[in-house]
């Protein structure tokens, strides 16, 4: 029997391996490398938008903050600091008023006080001979207006009673002017001290400080060698210049029963001190009564001094 033919309805050999022998072609095979360039493609492209987004952000940012923020940076508010020289003015002006007040010498003075003021204005200050004199002048104010203007107050005896002298002084840098005529005003009243404030006292504390307390003034005036030894552990205390005074007597100690901290073992005791003063000459002593507020701590067994200093409204009690 003759082979059957392996020809195909259009006459091409179907037998090169793509079909089954029945005429029907075969599926074909996938052609190397397709899957592995679409994922090539997605990589680059996501690649791409990454790179877009990093250079948008890079450039728009800084852009962004630029046009939200002023173009000059803006130095804080600090507050207007006054430079007025306090100091320079006030010595100016106490030497102004040394020569204002004194009309004994009526050339001199204005001779003077054309130092002080501007030029051809110390006619203006003239005053009749012998009718102003100044004691006991110093400075208790300056009264600064601006960075170029003050008011120095001069607290005086004018004429044997205590007043006050308002000095206006001009400066300018360095230099310094009386700007206009100064004016005589009373000197502060005098006050009126309130009653002192009541608290309970520790007697005990009190018999025990009446026995410490003269060592420590006795050291504290003429044998700081031994002062040591009155002093709470760490503290320091300077004593008194040697042969300035002597201890005479411990006249009164008040022992508040507490502290103003509220703590028991530290108390600010109030003591009155009478010194011996020597005389340079040989003669017999002075005597000085000194008040202080002395801060003394108890450590169990004694007390010690902490601190000493002079007493507050020793009057008003």
């Known amino acids: 029997m ?36 679409w994922w090539v493609g997605v990589g680059r492209a996501v690649l791409w938008a990454f790179i877009i987004v990093v250079v948008f952000n890079g450039i728009w940012f800084p852009l962004r903050g630029g046009l939200a923020l002023p173009s000059t940076a803006e130095e804080p508010e600090t507050g207007d600091a006054v430079t007025y020289p306090e100091t320079a003015s006030a010595a100016f002006a106490l030497r102004f008023a040394e020569v204002y007040l004194d009309t004994s010498d009526t050339e001199a003075r204005l001779g003077g006080l054309a130092a002080f003021v501007p030029e051809g204005e110390a006619a203006a200050l003239d005053a009749a001979a012998d ?66 404030a009541a608290f309970e006292t520790d007697p005990a504390a009190t018999e025990q400080l009446e026995e410490v307390l003269p060592g420590f003034f006795e050291a504290y005036a003429g044998e700081p060698e031994f002062l040591e030894r009155f002093l709470e552990q760490g503290a320091s205390i300077t004593p008194l210049p040697q042969n300035t005074l002597e201890f005479a007597e411990l006249s009164e100690i008040t022992v508040p029963s507490q502290s103003s901290t509220g703590d028991d073992d530290v108390r600010q005791v109030a003591a009155t001190v009478r010194w011996n003063v020597p005389a340079s000459d040989g003669t017999e002593a002075g005597q000085l009564v000194q008040d202080y507020l002395v801060t003394v701590v108890d450590s169990g067994d004694e007390w010690h001094v902490r601190d000493i200093q002079g007493a507050p409204s020793s009057f008003g009690g």
């Open 131 to 196: 009718s102003l004199t100044g004691d006991n002048l110093t400075v208790v104010a300056v009264d600064v207006l601006d960075d170029n203007n003050a008011v120095v107050v001069v607290r005086a005896d004018v004429n044997g009673e205590p007043m006050r002298l308002d000095v206006p002084v001009y400066a300018d840098e360095d230099a310094l002017v009386v700007s206009g005529r100064p004016a005589l005003l009373a000197a502060p009243s005098q006050a009126t001290l309130p009653p002192g």
């Open 2 to 37: 003759a082979k059957a033919s392996r020809l195909g309805t259009s006459g091409r050999d179907l037998s090169d391996g793509t079909g089954d022998g029945t005429g029907v072609p075969g599926p074909r095979p996938p052609r190397s490398g397709a899957g592995g360039r």
